[in-house]
């Protein structure tokens, strides 16, 4: 393989309710090439689809007031976080680990209340990431004629590790996953058991190039050979089958 | 911040016991700056440390017989994987889940039979990743005088989620935290828990530009603002803490 480049897109301001991601992206970047990975934060995706909670819009369940106090948030964000949540893995010293609608695992469901763009504001997970890269993906296409393939990342903590990472909760026009499995190795030996989430891997080398706090909501990936079709979806672990469930 | 650039060392040949990497990376890849990050294989760190172990040696246990059974595995191989685990946390379907006596939890111990450099050969993670990675750093310095940030990767699963990652095994001469925690966001808020594991990121970055079989155990990483040091120690979460034991 060549050289990767990870190029952020800089100078997009505040995204409002309403506005045009991709367009706002060919904007501030003009020369997309076919085969360019863009890899956008799932808070601009949100944003850009009005889908921003007023935390004082929201009424609290008991069980959230008794979440609010094992956690030490607020009992709104607990209410939005239950909202968002299909179950919840661990809750304790301060952290809920929940499992999305969509099927991820992450602390708190995801709900975001950081650089969220005003005060009293919380940001959840895009309803259907996979649509919103189909989306930002179709309308680059219409904008440029290129093909260029979408990742839509958050940020996860992991379990064993300390810290969180960027990983891909939605993806379009590009296969998540880069499958040795059936392959030769370099000797011969046929590998088992290894299929790359390169879709998460897309994700976390974005997010060195974006940072958390210089207004970076997208990244352009150029150089790594895409191509093929995917849905985040598969990067989740069927619950029935999950070692750690 | 600005572009950040992936760049492969290809042309390294098979690595044998006794090679010194550093020298190998710089004769294949001139032109090292200060900041730029070395992303190195395991694979590649252990087989110059002479870390392989023919499968032929190892006698195994009861233990490791019964192993081989529910994992399809041979017995030999099952047996590496446990003197290299300080504790199995999973054992079923086909995987063993193990805490390796550095602390990182992953599927067999990393004990790797692809890309082995011959038939018959394992070659498991290396005793002290931290260590190998300073002697690699210090050693680039000497023969460049560049500063260059050392990360020792290897290929993880992950609890909830399909596919492999590459994460970091062993670092020096780099933070492996870009730890927000304290500081302001875009809005003023103060944010709590952003703590970005920028180790593991580089490590799956690099993985985009190497692959599996294409002979690359090296990438370099350019543009990403490194500084600071540390440990991949600190990557790991206390056990006593964990929420997945």
Redesign the interface.
């Known amino acids: ?8 897109i800089e100078g997009i301001g505040e995204i409002k309710a309403g506005d045009d991601l991709a367009s706002l992206c060919v904007q501030a970047f003009s020369d997309f090439c076919d085969g360019d990975i863009l890899v956008v934060s799932s808070k601009a995706v949100s944003k850009a689809e009005g889908n921003v909670v007023r935390e004082s819009s929201l009424s609290p369940s008991p069980f959230a007031h008794q979440m609010a106090k094992l956690t030490g948030s607020s009992p709104q964000y607990c209410e939005l976080v239950l909202r968002e949540s299909a179950g919840i ?2 809750m ?2 301060g ?1 809920v ?1 929940c499992r999305t609608h969509h099927g ?2 992450m ?1 708190n469901a995801g709900v975001d ?7 009293g504001l919380l940001i959840p997970l895009p309803k259907d990431p996979d649509e919103s890269a189909r989306k930002i993906g179709e309308r680059l296409f219409a904008l440029t004629g290129k093909q260029v393939g979408i990742i839509i990342s958050d ?1 996860f903590g ?10 891909a909760i939605g993806v379009w026009g590009i296969s ?3 499958d ?1 499995r059936g ?5 011969g ?1 046929v ?1 088992h ?6 879709a ?3 994700a ?2 974005a ?10 909501p997208a990244v352009v ?1 150029r ?2 050979p895409s191509g093929g079709s995917g849905s985040a979806k ?4 069927n619950p029935a ?4 469930p």
Chains 1, 2 share one sequence.
């Open positions: 393989m060549g050289a990767i480049q990870l190029l952020p893995l661990r304790a010293k952290v680990i991820f695992v602390a209340a950081s650089n969220t763009g005003g005060e940020t992991r379990a064993w590790r300390v810290g969180q990472m960027n990983l998540p996953f880069r040795y392959r030769p190795d370099d000797n030996r590998m058991k290894t299929c790359i989430a390169v998460d891997e897309l976390a080398a997010e060195l190039a974006s940072g958390k706090t210089d207004r970076v990936v150089g790594y598969e990067l989740l672990m089958i999950d070692l750690f």
